[in-house]
Every structure is written in structure tokens, then in C-alpha cells.
């Protein structure tokens, strides 16, 4: 079986040093969490999980921001991790990596019970039923009042907007390539997107791709695995920020 792609180490130091211009959202995503994680009544303290953390930049940001909290980082990619835990460095004592694939029993690596679990661009790769365990297991790590925010890649309810989303963003790409302004691993990496989410667009998915899901489904899968105070906190484009909260 070939090698899942974002375990090669020149993708992952590529994605590191490149992700906030090939993905035109990135940066906006990271705010809308960290604004949503500062909107409670309490300050931020113990711990903050992020699945399919990549390379740390967005635990990097909570650490910075609030001094009582906490990291652990679930990736299945040794190569993004050897990157956050250089990255988290900065912070002694504060953050642990771990390993992992969201579908295996991460609960067991957490100092449960958690303050929030979050996650940008890494959860879409989920089969549907594969999100919904996961999600499952969030809520189960989640102490009360707790929160999980997944900012990711949404399909539209509207069959034509989410086309035209993924048109405008595989143009984007392409722009990107024409102008040698990414490295080839990343070049790489693009092509395999527009090859997935336009050449084949409405074929089946496997575990692994682009599984594009709309909010309203996901919001679905996160009532049934308990959560309350269900919705999209912030969307642009194909982004939106998934909310669900584990009531007091
Ligand atoms: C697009 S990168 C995003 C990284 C990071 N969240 C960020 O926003 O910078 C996708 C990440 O999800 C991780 N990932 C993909 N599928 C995964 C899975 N099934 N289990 C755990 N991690 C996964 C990859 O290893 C990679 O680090």
C-alpha cells in the first residue's frame, strides 16, 4: 500500500514553512478558534488536545496566549511531529506529542478530563463513520463546560457553491505551481488535491482522502455523541469552524 502522503518529511517541512499561502484561510481558522477558546467566562487553563496537530503551530499560539494551559498533540505522522515537538520546546514542561491515528483509542494518552479539544484541516480525512467515533471520543475526554472546535474543510449544502469553492481553491493551487512559489514535494501535494477533489470529483472516498462532509451533517454527529450548543461559529469559502460543548 502506498505511504500515506503526509508522511514524508519533505511534505511535512514543505506544509510547515508554506501551509498559510496555500491555504488562503489558514491563519483566519487559527484566530477564529483562539477567539471562540477566549469567549468562555473562565480563562483558559489545563489541558488543550489537538488532533492531527501537524507540525504545532496552533498549540503554539494557546500556549502562547494563556500561560495556565497545557498541550497534547495527536498526530499520525512522525514527520510533522518531530516538528511540533522542536516547536513546543519553547515551552518546557507543557506540551506532550503522541503518535497516533484519530482512529485509534487516543483517549489513552490524555490527562483526562480536558479543557478543549481542537484541530484544523486534519479531521476532514475521516470516513464518515470514522468522524463519528472520533467525535465520540472527544466529548468522552472532555471535562464539563469543556469545548471542541474543528476548524476544517466543509462541503456546502449547495452542490454548485462547494464547486465553486473547490474550483476557486484548486485554481489557487495551480497559480501556486505555475510560479514555482512551493517546493515540489508541495507541488506534489496540490496536483493530489485537484486530482481528488476535481478530476474525480463525486467518486467514492476512501479513508484518507478529501471525505467532504456539510456542517449540518457533523453537527448531527457531534449531538449524537453527546455535545450540546452545536454550531458553525465562523465559515468562509470551504472553511467553517465546527462547535460542540460538553454541558456542565
Ligand atoms: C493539512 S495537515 C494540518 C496540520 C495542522 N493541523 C495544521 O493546521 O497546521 C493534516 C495533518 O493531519 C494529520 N492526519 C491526517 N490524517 C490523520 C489521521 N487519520 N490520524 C491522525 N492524524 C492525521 C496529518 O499527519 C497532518 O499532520
Given at each position: 500500500m502506498a505511504e500515506y502522503r503526509w508522511n514524508q518529511a519533505d511534505l511535512a517541512a514543505a506544509y510547515d514553512r508554506d501551509a498559510s499561502r496555500v491555504h488562503p484561510r489558514y491563519v483566519d481558522v487559527q484566530d477564529a478558534i483562539l477567539n471562540e477558546l477566549a469567549s468562555g467566562n473562565e480563562p483558559i487553563h489545563g489541558t488543550i488536545v489537538d488532533l492531527?496537530?501537524?507540525?504545532g503551530r496552533l498549540l503554539e499560539r494557546v500556549l502562547m496566549r494563556w500561560p495556565e494551559a497545557t498541550a497534547v498533540l495527536v498526530d499520525q505522522s512522525q514527520s510533522f511531529l518531530d516538528l511540533a515537538t522542536a516547536r513546543l520546546a519553547?515551552?518546557?514542561?507543557?506540551a506532550t506529542t503522541h503518535c497516533l491515528?484519530?482512529?485509534?483509542?487516543?483517549?489513552?494518552?490524555?490527562?483526562?478530563?480536558?479543557?478543549a479539544v481542537i484541530s484544523t484541516?486534519?479531521?476532514?480525512?475521516?470516513?464518515p463513520d470514522e468522524k463519528r467515533r472520533c467525535y465520540q471520543k472527544c466529548f468522552d475526554v472532555l471535562r464539563p463546560g469543556g469545548v471542541f472546535l474543528n476548524g476544517d474543510e466543509v462541503r456546502d449544502e449547495s452542490e454548485a457553491e462547494y464547486r465553486g469553492h473547490v474550483e476557486r481553491w484548486a485554481a489557487h493551487m495551480q497559480q501556486l505551481i505555475d510560479t514555482q512559489a512551493v517546493s515540489p514535494a508541495m507541488a506534489d501535494a496540490l496536483r493530489g488535491w485537484q486530482r481528488r477533489n476535481?478530476?474525480?470529483?463525486g467518486q467514492p472516498r476512501a479513508s484518507g482522502d478529501d471525505c467532504h462532509e456539510t456542517a449540518a451533517s457533523q453537527l448531527a454527529y457531534l449531538r449524537d455523541a453527546g455535545?450540546?450548543?452545536?454550531?458553525?461559529?465562523w465559515q468562509r469559502e470551504l472553511w467553517s469552524v465546527l462547535r460542540g460543548r460538553r454541558a456542565n
Open positions: 492531527g496537530g501537524g507540525s519553547q515551552y518546557p514542561g507543557r491515528r484519530l482512529q485509534d483509542d487516543w483517549r489513552e494518552v490524555i490527562p483526562v478530563p480536558v479543557a484541516s486534519a479531521i476532514h480525512h475521516l470516513l476535481v478530476e474525480q470529483a455535545f450540546v450548543d452545536t454550531a458553525v461559529v
